[in-house]
């Protein structure tokens, strides 16, 4: 009998990136959150209030997201309960897509991967993307929760078809029992 069918276990993705292609609206869109966010800004400086980016509330499409700041990679990031996504400036940075966008885990396991997809799209970007809907995803954080004691494994045992391969191993562990086992190095890991 094939022992790996015999091990309980569940798998998942905890998160999603991908990128959206902006349509010509875009920009008015984006000049807007500018506005919003300025708007805010002010009205909090007037009131002589120390505020916190993620105090600042912008409001697209009737649907509200927290600003968490702007990133060094030149986008303005925004929380949802959902998802986070960034906006960048349309003319800056020509060679990659305007929106990015990344599914949180909540909102995954909480209405799904393809819902959430058809939330962001359909209602949030709606005005702001192409009809023609294309989304290169940029990464994918997967899980896989397994019911096996696995406290026999060790960097030996790590085989990788890459010429350059370092196995780095990091442990977390509750008691005695192994929790998590980490392979490879970053950005693989």
């Known amino acids: 009998m094939n022992e790996s069918k015999t091990i309980a276990h569940v798998c998942g993705v905890d998160a999603l990136y991908f990128f959206v292609q902006s349509s010509a609206e875009y920009e008015d869109v984006f000049l807007d959150i500018l506005s919003q966010i300025d708007q805010q800004e002010k009205a909090f400086k007037a009131l002589n209030y120390a505020y916190q980016d993620n105090e600042i509330i912008v409001v697209i499409n009737e649907i509200e997201i927290r600003y968490s700041g702007k990133g060094r990679d030149g986008f303005y990031w925004f929380n949802h309960e959902f998802f986070r996504v960034g906006f960048k400036d349309p003319e800056k940075n020509r060679t990659i897509h305007d929106i990015r966008i990344q599914l949180n885990a909540i909102g995954i ?25 294309y989304f290169p995803i940029t990464r994918m954080d997967l899980n896989m929760f397994i019911q096996h004691d696995f406290r026999y494994l060790c960097k030996e045992m790590i085989v990788s078809k890459k010429k350059n391969h370092s196995a780095k191993i990091g442990e977390c562990s509750s008691g005695y029992e192994l929790e998590t086992y980490y392979v490879g190095k970053n950005p693989f890991m």
């Open 109 to 133: 396991y909480t209405i799904g991967i393809k819902s959430l997809i058809e939330y962001i799209t359909e209602h949030f970007l709606k005005d702001m993307i192409l009809k023609k809907r």
